[in-house]
């Protein structure tokens, strides 16, 4: 027999399918959102149906954002002429914690992966070199998670952009090996930024 009601099961389960949060966390968070209900459940619930009718992604460059293309790209002061390479929403949004970085993204949607059988056609690398073909792009950092995978996709979208006259750099010291750039603190990432070197 449950011990809580049937729509409380399901708010449960379903928490408990969230990055970082198991059967035992999801109760915890549940049980403290019923008792903070004025303060905390019905605006929660509120911002999750506006978020859910409202956020899109970003047709150029794949961030999350209320409209068809994203503050980022429609910023005229961003137009640098380079562009970052990140895995996803998570380490734009990180880079853009550490606010060094001034020109624009282009988020792949994964890495390359032979185990997961995500190839080429199942990223966004195809958008980013019909961007490259478009824009005034002088430098492509890739900004990827300092990984297997990570690494590989690097070594990939360096060889589609050979040819394109754009230079192709990745992020230096303060990455280190395994690590993801969601995981890294501010000064780590701008370092990391401003020690960029040829890929």
Not at 68 to 80: A, H, K, L, M
Not at 93 to 111: C, D, P, Q, S
Request: charged fraction near 25%; glycine fraction near 10%; include cysteine.
């Amino acid at each position: 027999m449950s011990r809580a009601p049937s729509d409380i099961d399901t708010l449960i389960e379903l928490m408990a399918r969230l990055p970082g949060l198991g059967p035992r966390s999801a109760r915890r968070a549940v049980l403290h959102l019923i008792k903070k209900r004025g303060q905390l459940l019905a605006p929660l619930a509120a911002a999750m149906q506006r978020v859910g009718d409202t956020a899109r992604e970003c047709v150029t460059c794949g961030n999350i954002g209320a409209a068809d293309q994203c503050p980022i790209c429609t910023n005229p002061g961003r137009e640098t002429g380079e562009i970052c390479v990140v895995e996803d929403v998570a380490d734009l949004w990180a880079m853009e914690r550490g606010g060094m970085f001034k020109g624009r993204y282009h988020v792949l949607g994964g890495t390359l992966s032979a185990l997961d059988a995500i190839g080429p056609e199942d990223l966004h690398i195809p958008r980013l070199v019909d961007r490259l073909s478009r824009e005034n792009v002088r430098e492509v950092i890739l900004a990827l998670n300092a990984t297997v995978d990570g690494q590989t996709t690097a070594h990939y979208i360096a060889e589609q952009v050979e040819g394109l006259g754009v230079a192709v750099t990745s992020l230096a010291q303060g990455v280190p090996i395994g690590g993801e750039l969601d995981y890294l603190d501010d000064g780590t990432i701008s370092a990391a930024l401003k020690a960029r070197r040829a890929f």
